[in-house]
């Protein structure tokens, strides 16, 4: 068993390390390809340009309130959904009526929801990403609670039904104990997308003090290996909240199994 976890784990490093290998591949593709460092920067620049940045105190106040922005938008998204759901699990009348509305939401133009929210909140930068990135992710947040709960065993909930259960036990004690791994696995993804989209919507409105504004200026003065050491930020970032909630989730897996909760 020891053997076959570290086997696995090394193929793992492997094939992470490749999938690296060929990014960087590709960059430097790009780069020959275009021939032009003001569109793609060479990596060594992106590299230098990247580690200035991490002995800039306004770096990473920018990287502080972006990331702390999209917790917040996350959090607010995962509350709301979680409540929708609950309501809908039990009343068949919500979940008809709630569904055109999530439809609605989630198929809105991004772009064109930033602007309008930026003149709603009359010219505020610091919410109006935030906003917007709760309207990304509630009506997927929901749609992934909904999906989990749908799939749990028709038999549990029967006998819920016949043995008088009542909804707050049945939510807390049966729904919410099933499909929580499940929802924890996500969460990861979830955060990562949120912060992809906060920063998208920070670079359109130049929130000031944030990674999207520090892409926004960096653009703007055609500091095209300073936009890239940015990008590159990002995306680490994204990545590191991924394998973070991806090992909580192991470890959650394995807390289950070894309480005998899971097969």
């Known amino acids: 068993m020891v053997k076959k976890f570290f086997t696995q784990q090394k193929i793992n490093i492997i094939c992470s390390v490749a999938a690296i290998i060929f990014m960087w591949l590709v960059w430097l593709i ?52 979680a409540a929708c759901a609950a309501l809908a699990i039990f009343s068949s009348a919500f979940k008809a009526a709630l569904k055109p509305i999530m439809v609605v939401i989630r198929t809105l133009p991004t772009m064109a929801v930033v602007l309008i929210i930026l003149k709603v909140t009359l010219g505020d930068k610091t919410m109006s990403p935030v906003i917007v990135t709760v309207l990304v992710l509630l009506p997927m947040i ?84 300073n936009l890239a050491a940015l990008t590159l930020t990002a995306v680490i970032l994204g990545l590191v909240v991924e394998l973070a909630f991806s090992q909580l989730s192991r470890i959650n897996r394995r807390w289950r199994v070894k309480e005998g909760t899971d097969a």
């Open 30 to 81: 790009a780069y020959y390809s275009v021939g032009n460092k003001l569109i793609v920067p060479p990596f060594t620049e992106a590299v230098k340009s990247f580690w200035h940045y991490l002995g800039d105190g306004t770096f990473w106040l920018a990287v502080g309130n972006s990331f702390g922005r999209s917790l917040l938008a996350f959090a607010i998204s995962f509350v709301l959904a």
């Open 142 to 225: 929901y749609a992934q609670i909904i999906a989990e709960a749908e799939g749990i065993d028709g038999g549990i909930k029967q006998m819920a039904c016949v043995y008088g259960i009542s909804k707050k036990e049945r939510l807390f004690k049966i729904y919410l104990p099933l499909i929580s791994p499940s929802i924890l696995s996500q969460t990861g993804a979830n955060l990562s997308l949120g912060l992809k989209v906060l920063i998208s919507a920070e670079v359109l409105v130049n929130t000031a003090r944030g990674l999207g504004g520090m892409m926004q200026t960096s653009s703007a003065a055609a500091e095209v290996a």
